[in-house]
């Protein structure tokens, strides 16, 4: 960490970012927080509203609006900045214009001396975090996308639910684009210790595997279903950044479907950040975990890939 102060700099003050700064607040989650937004005005505000909540919660936070220079000794810089997803859009159809809004960022967070660790969540986040890594010039493992992080709680808590367990005790994962192409490798779905397979084997008049199909259409389509009822996603993705920093900061090794950087693994070795599980620590992206995929789980894997990467070629970048 850049200091014994824990800083954080939130770039972008809409829903999602808001909603990580009220959790980081409601969690005492860091000594400083400032906010940044092209709307100063904006940010001015939203720090003045998260201060006047300061008497209710057990935190001491410094918070307050600022720029780019006080990225210099922050240790986490989360990204939420971009134009937000319309009903009926993909993640990917928001490729071109977030990239220009993260042109303008990255140079001047890293003009400001900032050496701690970039959070990306602004979508298509598997594409922006690969921005975000060629701008700055940072090592992979200090670039981090949020991923497939919400995914895998989304799944966790309708798996929670199917099978009338705390979904913590579920050990399942969306890996993947955090898109259309993101899957379930369900051959590495754990329910406390027991392989989910074998639950549908032992009880076949109670659970099966077209309940498990629905389920992760259920999970691939919730963004969707959220924006059309509610027009944008924000209070899941804002709890997910709050869980990614907490580990970081107290250097965890907790592990999380984030979108990072392959190095290897699957024998695939373009500069593809994608979600899959991940030791996070410190450091940031600690140790990339490969899993033990049947044929088609890891062809649907390299599907997903394939096409973070021809959607990355597509535009023009560094």
Not at 16 to 43: H, K, P, T, W
Not at 150 to 168: K, V
Not at 296 to 316: G, M, P, R, T, V
């Amino acid at each position: 960490m850049a200091n014994l102060k824990r800083k954080v700099v939130l770039i972008g003050t809409g829903m999602v970012g808001m909603s990580f700064a009220y959790a980081a607040l409601n969690q005492s989650i860091c000594d400083e927080l400032v906010l940044i937004d092209l709307n100063a005005q904006r940010a001015h505000g939203e720090a003045m509203d998260l201060n006047h909540g300061l008497a209710f919660s057990n935190s001491s936070m410094q918070i307050y609006f600022g720029n780019y220079f006080d990225c210099g000794d922050a240790d986490i810089v989360v990204i939420c900045a971009g134009v937000n997803q319309k009903e009926g859009e993909t993640r990917l159809q928001l490729l071109q214009r977030n990239y220009k809004v993260f042109e303008s960022i990255v140079p001047r967070v890293v003009s400001a001396g900032f050496d701690g660790i970039f959070l990306v969540a602004t979508n298509p986040v598997d594409i922006m975090t690969r921005i975000t890594y060629e701008l700055s010039g940072f090592n992979a493992a200090k670039v981090i996308g949020s991923g497939t992080t919400l995914d895998t709680a989304r799944l966790r808590y309708l798996l929670g639910n199917y099978f009338e367990i705390d979904p913590r005790h579920i050990h399942a994962y969306v890996i993947g684009e955090h898109g259309d192409s993101e899957f379930v490798p369900w051959s590495q779905a754990i329910m406390a210790v027991n392989p989910i397979s074998d639950m549908i084997e032992k009880y076949p008049g109670r659970y099966n595997n077209d309940d498990l199909k629905k389920i992760e259409n259920e999970v691939r389509t919730a963004a969707y279903e959220i924006i059309k009822a509610k027009g944008s996603t924000y209070y899941g993705i804002g709890m997910a950044i709050c869980r990614i920093v907490r580990a970081i900061f107290h250097n965890e090794n907790s592990v999380f479907t984030t979108s990072v950087r392959l190095r290897g693994e699957y024998g695939l070795r373009k500069e593809v950040f994608i979600g899959n599980p991940c030791i996070i620590n410190s450091g940031g992206a600690n140790r990339v975990l490969e899993l033990k995929l049947t044929d088609e789980e890891l062809a649907k894997f390299k599907k997903s890939y394939e096409i973070l990467d021809e959607s990355f070629s597509s535009i023009s970048c560094c």
